[in-house]
């Protein structure tokens, strides 16, 4: 069985050393199942956007309907 595969959620970079270079930032759920956790570079870490672009859209989408 190969290894997974992890990628920087900041750079689309490849983690090759996870041990060394990438640190965990989130773990987001899944529908049916256990999630997954979400990977940085170490130096990438705190520019992550944990909550994420859709969230946002989707609250302001949910806010003008309810006139705020």
Do not use: K, Y
Request: charged share 25%; aromatic share 6%; hydrophobic share 40%.
């Amino acid at each position: 069985m190969s290894a997974p595969v992890r990628v920087c959620r900041w750079c689309d970079g490849v983690i090759t050393h996870p041990e060394t270079e990438g640190v965990i930032v989130a773990h987001e759920l899944g529908n049916s199942g256990p999630g997954w956790d979400v990977w940085a570079h170490r130096e990438h870490a705190e520019q992550v956007d944990v909550i994420g672009d859709d969230v946002l859209r989707i609250m302001l989408r949910i806010w003008e309907h309810q006139g705020r």
